[in-house]
């Protein structure tokens, strides 16, 4: 469980935890993330905490030689990690290292994770489950939005290719795509114009949508209520932009043959 000090990563850490499974709990900020494996191992959790930094391959290796040596086999791998980045202002004026931490930890970093379990998911041959936390913001991008909302669309990218690739394996894939959630990384901030929705909900509620997802056959996991009209915002613009040619000659000229009946001498 990466990102697990907090927000999707730490509720998603409880919920499996409750149900009975050992958790390995990964994140960068290792105080708050040692707070929150305590609290949940007096409740009774089997969990292990690695201060991860996720953008470092090697780190991300160990992480998961940590990882298959305290589990065993993995069933759940929650690649959770993500910032918000810079909002609120222009792409022109946001500043280039701001953007590039924004994709290093929302798409680099979930690459890495990939990278690093899939092999041996795949070497296990027992079924097992990938989810990656990408966004709305992956198919719906609003003013001042571009660094997160570019580096949540490469993790769809890297998720949809995923799902291409492990295709007729054991091991599938889901790409978890919550609206606003109430978690400390938007508390307090107004969304930029046409980047956030209507709705919101907690992350205990976006938890529950990934464990009943587990080992089906679900790709997009969609969170808040308002998606779908969110999402038909944005296809209908797309339809509007695509040229639709002309009939060609031959559907012009073409009829259906109309029925006929063909008789035959005995």
Same mark, same amino acid.
């Given at each position: 469980m990466t990102g697990a000090a907090s927000g999707i990563g730490l509720a998603l !850490?409880?919920?499996f935890a409750r149900a009975g499974a050992a958790v390995v709990m990964a994140d960068v900020a290792g105080d708050a993330l040692h707070r929150r494996a305590a609290e949940l &191992?007096?409740?009774?959790?089997?969990?292990t905490a690695v201060t991860c930094d996720l953008t470092d391959p090697d780190a991300v290796e160990r992480l998961a030689d940590t990882a298959f040596d305290v589990l065993g086999d993995i069933d759940v791998v929650c690649n959770n990690a993500g910032v918000l980045g810079p909002v609120g202002q222009p792409l022109w004026e946001v500043e280039l290292e701001q953007m590039r931490r924004a994709f290093e930890v929302n798409h680099w970093a979930h690459v890495l994770v990939a990278r690093a379990f899939v092999p041996r998911l795949l070497e296990s =041959? *027992?079924? +097992?489950?990938?989810i990656h936390t990408a966004s709305m913001s992956a198919f719906v991008v609003g003013a001042g939005s571009a660094a997160y909302a570019a580096s949540k669309h490469a993790d769809l990218a890297v998720a949809r290719s995923l799902r291409a690739d492990l295709h007729g394996t054991p091991v599938r894939v889901s790409v978890l795509c919550p609206g606003r959630v109430d978690t400390p990384m938007v508390q307090g901030l107004t969304a930029p114009r046409g980047a956030g929705g209507d709705t919101s909900v907690s992350a205990e509620d976006v $938890? $529950?949508?990934? +464990?009943?997802?587990? =080992? !089906?056959? *679900?790709?997009?996991?969609? !969170?808040?209520s308002d998606a779908p009209a969110r999402l038909r915002d944005q296809f209908d613009d797309v339809w509007r932009h695509v040229p639709l040619p002309p009939p060609s000659p031959e559907e012009e000229l073409w009829h259906a043959p109309k029925a006929t &009946?063909?008789?035959?001498? +005995?």
């Open positions: !850490s409880d919920r &191992t007096a409740r009774g959790a089997r969990v =041959g *027992r079924p +097992a489950h990938l $938890a $529950a949508l990934v +464990a009943e997802a587990v =080992g !089906s056959d *679900r790709f997009y996991l969609f !969170s808040n &009946t063909v008789a035959t001498k +005995a």
